[in-house]
């Protein structure tokens, strides 16, 4: 496929420099961007893109969430965490086959797409299922086979890690989708389970992906239990480690940031679930960045946030740190968008391929439609990207070198159709 995006009005290309380039012609040939050039190109192309009144920047990268959970939007709301999940999510979880799965994840890609997400990084279950659909849908994905000590809704404990390096085998060689080793948390999660995990990831040379510290409760519980805080496990265990991803990091002390920065091991922030589950507590990303510890935004599960929106979460995350510290300089706009992008493309290990807009990189790209009153002036397009737009601002969103959706139109999912699915796995998982 080829795409000449023409003149458009702004490009951040988020490069190191961070240039902002003016009326900007963009070619993309096959699944890589070609040209970048503030002359006009004049080539044949399948697609071409009136990009003027545009905002074109790198896609948004999720380093934290639960796809299918788009089933469960909205579905437990206002609950104290542990009811929550005790009440409503786990009984539901308990029910779910590869319809709901599927159902759950087009509705979630759908939603993603919209909302200028180019990249993902998963943990559920029916992994398999997930890699399936997103490979369909042009989708690029880190998808965490869940591992626990109790089992999973698809496997028994004794299954677990025979199916999980079945999908590892069948994957890793893919060029959307990426395996990821995820076992659920150190809470859930034995030391045998804990070791296993890695001996696999190590074996087959992915990513770990597991939350960490999401809350008070767990970090007790585990101390109870092992004498260690969750860090402290993970560092015990060997999976403290660079290819290693922790989640939320709400509940971590000062020492921690500065054992995780030394391990190299990356944190997803996702400030809105955070918040709306009220745990009390919120990774702290300005110590963290302070001793160079790689930082990502996730949105989590769509039932506990409950959009999968990174606009939303670009902009929690400069508020809420602005707000807790008293200082309105904390996490400067550009600072929060590097975190949505380039930031995310390094915790993943693929900056040099994604990430930014580059002559040479994959073609992972969003257009930003300008023509908005919340737009209008254009002081500083980084600014109204981070504390302005709205998932609905997305004009088009391009996923290696393949057009996703452009002014609404959808080329890989069917809108009418992902939406009705939904809503009918939705009511059959739910209902008494």
Not at 38 to 51: G, L, R
Not at 122 to 140: K, L, N, Q, S, T
Not at 303 to 331: I, Q
């Amino acid at each position: 496929m080829s795409i000449l995006i023409k003149d458009a009005s702004i490009v951040l290309t988020q490069n190191s420099e961070r240039n902002q380039l003016r009326n900007v012609d963009i070619y993309i040939e096959d699944n890589f961007i070609s040209e970048v050039s503030e002359k006009p190109v004049s080539v044949e192309a399948e697609h071409v893109i009136n990009a003027r009144g545009m905002i074109v920047l790198p896609g948004l990268i999720n380093l934290h969430t639960h796809v299918p959970m788009t089933l469960l939007r909205g579905y437990g709301d206002d609950m104290v965490l542990e009811d929550w999940l005790n009440s409503r999510i786990w009984p539901v979880e308990a029910k779910l086959d590869k319809d709901s799965i599927s159902a759950g994840t087009r509705l979630g890609l759908l939603e993603m797409i919209r909302s200028g997400t180019t990249c993902f990084l998963d943990m559920y279950f029916f992994e398999d299922i997930i890699a399936e659909v997103a490979r369909e849908v042009g989708m690029r994905a880190f998808l965490g086979f869940s591992l626990l000590d109790f089992g999973t809704p698809e496997y028994k404990y004794e299954e677990l890690f025979p199916a999980c390096e079945n999908f590892l085998r069948r994957w890793v060689k893919s060029d959307l989708i990426k395996p990821v080793v995820a076992p659920h948390a150190a809470y859930t999660c034995s030391a045998e389970t804990l070791q296993k995990s890695l001996d696999l990831a190590e074996k087959f040379d992915v990513l770990l992906h597991t939350h960490c510290s999401e809350t008070r409760n767990e970090v007790y519980s585990v101390m109870e239990k092992t004498g260690l805080r969750p860090v402290g496990v993970f560092k015990k265990h060997g999976l403290l480690c660079e290819r290693t991803i922790l989640a939320h990091c709400g509940w971590i002390t000062k020492n921690e940031v500065s054992e995780i920065s030394r391990s190299g091991s990356k944190v997803a922030h996702c400030p809105v679930s955070n918040m709306k589950l009220a745990t009390g507590g919120f990774a702290p990303v300005p110590e963290m960045l302070m001793e160079n510890v790689p930082v990502g935004l996730g949105t989590d599960g769509a039932a506990s946030n409950n959009t999968l929106d990174m606009f939303e979460t670009m902009k929690f995350t400069a508020l809420l740190h602005k707000h807790h510290r008293w200082d309105p300089c904390v996490l400067p706009a550009q600072q929060v968008l590097d975190l949505a992008t380039i930031s995310g493309a390094k915790c993943l290990g693929i900056d040099d391929k994604v990430g930014s807009i580059e002559e040479g990189k994959l073609a992972d790209i969003i257009l930003v439609n300008l023509r908005r009153p919340w737009f209008t002036p254009v002081h500083d397009p980084v600014s109204l990207l981070v504390y302005s737009a709205r998932c609905s601002d997305v004009y088009a969103t391009i996923v290696n070198g393949g057009l996703l959706m452009l002014d609404n139109r959808f080329y890989t999912l069917d809108y009418s159709r992902v939406i009705k699915e939904a809503q009918i796995q939705a009511y059959n998982l739910t209902k008494s």
